[in-house]
């Protein structure tokens, strides 16, 4: 019967089988051995980014992270993230079971794993957003907040108003003309979504809409994620996207068209 996965093992990035080669062992200098490492062959990548996606058949360093001990011989899924990279890969299991116990969603996946991937992370997408919506973006501003902070910080009699973080966002707000609901409710012609518009490395993922841009856009309140952040700029937009999913353009050939049309 297949196993329910925790929170951590849903966050993770790299999942593959594995079978363990050797206990309090390390394939990299880097990593001090101890009864926390091993050294496991990937033996299939089931979901990974790019950076481990070829990995399959080489031996890594594996740190287990909870109370869970590994044996020799054993062979699991794995449920981990890297954490160093060099001559080999160390990556950090968040978890691991027997690869019968492999959830069926899983053990049916391509054998792509940056496709499986990029699927997983697009299904959660789509499963938490509060609308769903295809469209076109016909225009793109600076938020007012944005716009004041802005011309207060450079006014010539302004003191400053502090520095900017050099993961600054840097917001805007795109306005979508709606073609078409998918999921949630919203009943205007137009749809005001906030973005960062920063290629930071905190934010260069995020999508970058542009007027004519068009395609399937996966959203979330932005009232609820700044309750969450903990913050409420005056010019929010009705939604914001930030997630590498929540844009998908409508040449996809596979994923959101599956959703949608389910």
């Known amino acids: 019967m297949p196993t329910k996965t925790n929170a951590d093992s849903e966050e993770a990035r790299f999942v593959f089988k594995g079978t363990v080669q050797k206990l309090k062992a390390a394939t990299m200098s880097e990593i001090s051995a101890d009864q926390r490492t091993a050294i496991v062959r990937v033996d299939e990548v089931i979901h990974a980014p790019e950076v481990l996606s070829q990995y399959a058949g ?23 993230n890297g954490v160093l990279f060099g001559d080999s890969v ?3 299991a968040v978890d691991y079971h027997e690869i019968e116990k492999m959830p069926a969603a899983m053990a049916a996946a391509g054998a792509d794993p940056v496709k499986n991937l990029a699927h997983r992370d697009l299904q959660r997408r789509y499963d938490s957003a509060d609308v769903v ?12 907040d944005v716009v004041a902070a802005f011309a207060s910080s450079t006014a010539a009699d302004a003191s400053p108003i502090g520095p900017i973080s050099e993961h600054n966002p840097d917001w805007r707000i795109s306005e979508i003309q709606v073609e078409q609901v998918h999921k949630g409710s919203h009943k205007s012609k137009t749809a005001e979504i906030r973005f960062p518009s920063s290629t930071d490395v905190m934010w260069h993922e995020a999508p970058k809409f542009h007027t004519g841009q068009e395609g ?27 997630d590498p999913a929540d844009y998908q353009p409508f040449d996809e050939a596979d994923g959101i068209r599956n959703l949608v049309g389910s």
């Open 133 to 144: 919506l295809s469209g076109r973006v016909v225009a793109v501003r600076m938020p007012s």
């Open 216 to 242: 399937f856009f996966i959203l979330h309140k932005s009232s609820r994620v700044e309750k969450a952040a903990r913050s409420a700029p005056t010019d929010a937009g009705e939604y914001v996207a930030f």
């Open 90 to 92: 160390a990556v950090e």
């Open 58 to 80: 080489q031996n890594i360093t594996v740190i287990m992270g909870g109370k869970k001990k590994l044996r020799k011989g054993q062979q699991s899924v794995f449920y981990s």
